[in-house]
């Protein structure tokens, strides 16, 4: 993976090559487990949340994404390929994905068309986006967002 700068977001994490769907692209290690949100922390769980190296920490939302989370055996997050990414494609997962709610109002700069122009947390999401991406989710979410098997749609996304 490169880091870059990725216009208004600052920096970002490319892809510095050709990856399939389903390819764990990046693996995340905890660098601490701060007590309170931090600009770069993750969320675990309820009032736990991770802080992860490079090029993980790195990584921006898109409304969008080309990543999902998994949770990995250090207590962070791997990052898996939701569809085939092209070299020199900005990777980037939702963080509705692994925030249940955000401090502040965040604008969003991904410049997909799905864009709803502020990154939105998993509270602000309806639960069809919940079943949609139930595979990605956080387990506490998953948890939380009562998918059954059943309801679960495919965890692929198209181009
Ligand atoms: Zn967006």
Redesign the pocket.
């Known amino acids: 993976m490169e880091v870059g700068l990725a216009g208004a977001k600052g920096f970002g994490v490319f892809a510095a090559r050709w990856l399939a769907r389903g390819e764990t692209v990046i693996v995340g290690k905890a660098t601490g487990y701060p007590t309170e949100r931090t600009r770069v922390s993750v969320q675990l769980d309820w009032g736990r949340q991770v802080e992860m190296d490079a090029p993980a920490t790195l990584l921006n939302?898109?409304?969008?994404p080309n990543l999902g989370v998994r949770q990995n055996h250090w207590s962070a997050y791997d990052f898996v390929a939701l569809r085939d990414i092209l070299a020199g494609e900005e990777l980037a997962f939702d963080y509705a994905m692994t925030e249940h709610s955000l401090v502040a109002s965040l604008p969003?700069?991904?410049?997909?068309t799905?864009?709803?122009?502020?990154?939105l947390p998993w509270s602000a999401r309806d639960q069809r986006w919940r079943e949609q991406n139930a595979v990605w989710l956080a387990p506490y979410l998953r948890v939380a967002s009562a998918v059954t098997p059943a309801q679960r749609l495919s965890p692929w996304v198209n181009r």
């Open positions: 939302h898109s409304c969008a969003c700069w991904c410049g997909t799905a864009c709803q122009g502020e990154v």
